[in-house]
C-alpha cells in the first residue's frame, strides 16, 4: 500500500471528464515540459539542440546521452542501412484516393509498412520507422501533388538531406529548405509523456500490437486540428489575415474570435509561456525569410494576438506555440501546399514518440513493460435496471 508522502494528486468528481488533465500517469525518460520553460529532452532545453545534427537528438532520445562523434558515425549509418520502402508500397499508395488528408495517406503508410517490414523488435521497428518514414512521406508529397514518381534514395547525405532530395521539390531551394527542416525535425521531435500522439501510441502498443499500427494510430491524433493540424489551420489563419499591419490583424483576429474559431498556434495545454520552439523559429524567419509578408504577418500576430486572448480570463495560455509560425517558414522555402505541413510534423515525432513506446515496453518495470492500459471511468446516470417485468 502507498504510504501518505507516495500520494501525488487527489482525484475529484470535478477532474472527471477533462481529458486526463493533468493527471499523473506514467513516467517519462526523453523529455519533459516545463509550463514557463518548454520542452527539454533529457535535460536539454530544446533551444540549445535546435541547430544540433538530427540524428544526434534521435540518439539522445534512446540513450540519454549525446553522441560522440564515433556513435554518431554508427547511428547514422545504421539508420542509413535501413533506408528503403518496398515497392508494393509505393504502388499502393498510388492507388490511394486522392481526396484523402496526407495525414490519411501518412496513416495508411505506416500500416503498409508495418505489413511489409515489421521485425516485432520495438527498438529495431523504432529505428526502421526513422529510417524509412522519410521516403514514405517524400512519396506522399510527390504522387499526391503530381510531382512525378518518387525518387530514388541518397542515405549517405544524412536523414534530412536525403529527405530534401527525395522530395525534390520543383522549383525548390534545397539549401534553405535543408536549414529549415533540419530545426524543424528537432524542435518537434518529442514534447513529454502526456502529448496526445504520443498517449495513444503508447496506449495503443500496451496492448502488445506492433510499433507500427501503434504509431498509425499516434497519427490519427496528430491528424486533429487542435493537435498537429494547428499548423495547417495556422498558416490558412495567417493567409486569411494576409497583412502585416498591427492594426488590421487587430481587428481580423477579433472577427475570428467573434466567428467562434480559435487563434490556431497560440496556447497550450501545459504551456504558460512562449514556447521557446515558436522562439526559435522565429528567429530563423528573420534569418531565412526577413521580408516575407506571411511572415511578417506571423510576426505581427506575436504580440498582437496575446494581448486579446489575455481578455478572456479563461484562455491560460495566450502565447505562441510551435504551430504559430512553423507554416510561414515552410511557405517561405517553397512547400506552399498547407495540407502538407502536419505530415512534416508527423515525421518529426514518430521517431520520439517510438523511443517512448520503446521505454514502455522492453525498458521500464526493470525490463517487463507497462501493462495494457486502463484507465477507471466512473460509471455515472445508469441506475439499475431490468427489462424483465
Ligand atoms: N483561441 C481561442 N480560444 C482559445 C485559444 C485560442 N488560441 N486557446 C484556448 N482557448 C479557449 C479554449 O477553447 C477554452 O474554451 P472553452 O472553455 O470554451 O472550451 C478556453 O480557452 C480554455 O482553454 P485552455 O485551458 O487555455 O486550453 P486547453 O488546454 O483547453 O486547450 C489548446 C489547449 C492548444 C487546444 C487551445 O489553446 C487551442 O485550441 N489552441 C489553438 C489550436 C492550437 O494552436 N493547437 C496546437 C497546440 C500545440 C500542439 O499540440 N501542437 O501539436
Aim: hydrophobic content about 40%; overall charge negative; proline content about 7%.
Amino acid at each position: 500500500m502507498p504510504d501518505s508522502s507516495d500520494v501525488l494528486f487527489t482525484v475529484t468528481r470535478g477532474h472527471l471528464d477533462t481529458g486526463l488533465r493533468g493527471f499523473p500517469v506514467g513516467s517519462c525518460m526523453t523529455s519533459a515540459v516545463d509550463p514557463i520553460q518548454g520542452v527539454s529532452y533529457v535535460g536539454y532545453p530544446v533551444a540549445e539542440l535546435a541547430y544540433r545534427d538530427p540524428e544526434e537528438v534521435a540518439y539522445l532520445l534512446y540513450h540519454r546521452e549525446l553522441p560522440t562523434a564515433e556513435q554518431l558515425a554508427e547511428y547514422k549509418k545504421l539508420i542509413a542501412d535501413r533506408t528503403g520502402v518496398p515497392a508494393e508500397v509505393m504502388t499502393l499508395l498510388k492507388a490511394l484516393p486522392a481526396e484523402g488528408h496526407p495525414m490519411e495517406w501518412l496513416i495508411t503508410g505506416l500500416v503498409l509498412l508495418g505489413m511489409t517490414c515489421k521485425t516485432g523488435d520495438w527498438l529495431q521497428d523504432a529505428y526502421n520507422v526513422t529510417a524509412k518514414t522519410p521516403e514514405l512521406i517524400a512519396a506522399i508529397f510527390r504522387i499526391r501533388q503530381g510531382w512525378g514518381d518518387p525518387i530514388a534514395p541518397k542515405p549517405e547525405l544524412g536523414l534530412i538531406e536525403n529527405f530534401v532530395h527525395l522530395l525534390g521539390v520543383p522549383g525548390g531551394d534545397p539549401e534553405k529548405l535543408d536549414t529549415l527542416l533540419r530545426v524543424f525535425y528537432v524542435l518537434h521531435m518529442d514534447h513529454g509523456g502526456g502529448n496526445l500522439s504520443t498517449v495513444v501510441g503508447k496506449a495503443v502498443a500496451s496492448s502488445k500490437t506492433d510499433m507500427w499500427s501503434s504509431l498509425a494510430a499516434g497519427m490519427a491524433g496528430l491528424y486533429g486540428p487542435l493537435h498537429g493540424r494547428a499548423n495547417q489551420e495556422c498558416i490558412e489563419a495567417v493567409m486569411d489575415i494576409g497583412d502585416p499591419e498591427p492594426g488590421f490583424v487587430d481587428r481580423a483576429v477579433r472577427e475570428r474570435l467573434a466567428a467562434g474559431k480559435v487563434i490556431p498556434g497560440f496556447g497550450h495545454a501545459v504551456l504558460r509561456a512562449e514556447d521557446p520552439r515558436a522562439q526559435v523559429q522565429y528567429e530563423l524567419g528573420e534569418k531565412l525569410c526577413p521580408n516575407d509578408k506571411l511572415f511578417r504577418t506571423a510576426v505581427t500576430m506575436r504580440t498582437v494576438v496575446p494581448a486579446i486572448l489575455k481578455e478572456n480570463p479563461k484562455i491560460q495560455n495566450p502565447y505562441p506555440n510551435v504551430d504559430a509560425v512553423s507554416g510561414t517558414l515552410l511557405h517561405a522555402c517553397g512547400l506552399d501546399n498547407a495540407e502538407y505541413y502536419t505530415l512534416l510534423f508527423g515525421l518529426s515525432r514518430l521517431p520520439g514518440i517510438a523511443a517512448q513506446i520503446v521505454d514502455e515496453r522492453i525498458r521500464l518495470r526493470d525490463g517487463k513493460g507497462v501493462p495494457i492500459y486502463r484507465p477507471k471511468y466512473v460509471a455515472l446516470n445508469q441506475p439499475a435496471r431490468s427489462i424483465k417485468g
